[in-house]
């Protein structure tokens, strides 16, 4: 049995409840808060005890810590294949509700927690109200998620059709692939599924001789071939673990899956914009993941822009280049290495502010 | 090294440079604090 206690300051909120289905309540005293943390490993229940911590200590802003913890216990549940993480992060999203009002954060995790208990008609109704209220890609997420779940395809067409125009990523994609499956669109579906890279439109008895011999009680799954069977060896991405366990397909610019390939045509990058001081430098970044050194050229123009019709075209321009190291303050210039970890913008040696190097 | 790509006024400014594979960052400012609009480029060079 696991019990959660969750208690906020102003509004003493008892919460408790039973896997097995017991239900109770309790109320309690202002100062007091117990989270029975569950028993298990991995990164998904470390997120959750990490965000549980955050609400007992109060050290973050007490609405992101609960949301975060729900969205934790989503993603807890999802892994663990236990149901009662969405009813935690149901009652989680009911505390916030409670202290901050029907605020979009609580209904948008409440919203996904339904989903995963399949009550798919409230669910679509909490996404309805976020997407006349708001209209955020999750937001359409959700909505494709219940109405899809109720069959009601032609819903969840449009909903994840303005969830790709928002957000066109893994998440959004993986629902395309999911409704042209369900639409009978076998070829338009992106390649992946369960088990071990199979397609949509594989043959079914090497999915279920796999199956069978396949160890399924260990994550990730341990995936076993025989003769005959003419599954993939290896994974290349990421799968789904609820129905219909598909792949999540590749994006199009993450090229980790396939090494081996030529990766980072960069040519040539071009950004346009106001000019100003620190804060106001007009800044660009780009990535080299070539295996040998690159020669680039940095320019920067102002003047050139008049005769281009530009009006307060800068006048006297300097560029300059850096690494960013791990992370974001810490910076490092080329060739000397100077750490500048709490001014920006970074101080670079004046070598390397260019002005008609070349010719 | 001659690129063909050299800013077409004296003024403006540019800097060829052989670097590490890695993540790098480029800021475009005026002289003296001078503002505007800048245009600010990336060519890889053969």
């Known amino acids: 049995m696991l019990i959660t206690f969750i208690y906020v300051r102003r509004w003493v909120i008892g919460i408790s ?27 998904a229940a470390d997120r959750v005890r990490h965000w549980q911590e955050a609400v007992r200590s109060e050290a973050r802003d007490p609405v992101v810590a609960f949301e975060q913890l729900g969205w ?62 708001r209209g955020e890609p999750r937001d359409y997420a959700l909505l494709a998620d219940a109405t899809m779940e109720q069959g009601k395809l032609a819903a969840a067409v449009a909903a994840c059709q303005q ?18 499956w369900l639409h009978g669109d076998l070829a338009g579906t992106i390649a992946g599924g369960w088990p071990n890279g199979r397609r949509y439109g594989d043959d079914v008895i090497d999915i279920a001789v796999t199956a069978i011999i396949s160890d399924l009680r260990t994550n990730p799954l341990t995936i076993r071939s025989a003769d005959g069977i003419d599954n993939m060896s290896v994974n290349d991405a990421v799968y789904n673990k609820v129905f219909p366990y598909a792949g999540t397909p590749h994006n199009g610019r ?12 960069l040519y040539n990058l071009s950004t346009r914009g106001p000019v100003g001081e620190g804060y106001e430098s007009l800044i660009s970044g780009f990535v080299i993941r070539e295996t040998e050194p690159v020669t680039i050229l940095v320019r920067g123009l102002g003047p050139t ?36 970890p709490t001014s920006w913008p970074p101080v670079w040696p004046p070598c ?6 070349w010719s | 090294m001659a690129t063909g790509m050299a800013p077409m006024q004296d003024s403006e400014a ?33």
């Open chain 1, 17 to 43: 409840f039973a896997l097995a289905g017991m239900v109770a309540r309790a109320e309690f005293s202002a100062e007091r808060m117990v989270l029975v943390e569950p028993r298990l490993e991995g990164a």
């Open chain 1, 72 to 133: 934790a216990y989503v993603k807890l549940g999802r892994e663990s294949w236990d149901a009662g993480f969405f009813k935690l992060a149901e009652l989680t999203a009911q505390v916030m509700e409670a202290t901050e009002g029907p605020i979009p954060a609580a209904q948008l995790l409440k919203g996904h927690a339904l989903v995963q208990m399949h009550r798919f008609a409230e669910a679509e109704e909490l996404a309805q109200a976020l997407v006349a209220q």
């Open chain 1, 163 to 180: 969830f790709v125009n928002r957000y066109p990523g893994l998440e959004s994609y993986a629902r395309v692939a999911q409704l042209r």
């Open chain 1, 254 to 265: 993450n090229y980790a899956h396939n090494p081996g390939a030529k990766v980072s045509p």
């Open chain 1, 305 to 340: 822009l008049t005769s281009f019709g530009v009006e307060g075209a800068l006048a006297d321009p300097s560029c300059r280049c850096g690494s960013r190291t791990v992370r974001w303050w810490p910076r490092m210039t080329i060739g000397a290495p100077r750490r500048s």
């Open chain 1, 352 to 357: 390397r502010t260019a002005r008609r190097p």
């Open chain 2, 14 to 46: 540019a800097l060829v440079v052989t670097l590490q594979p890695g993540v790098y960052t480029t800021l475009l400012n005026g002289v003296g604090g001078g503002t505007g609009i800048g245009l600010l480029d990336v060519f890889l060079v053969e």
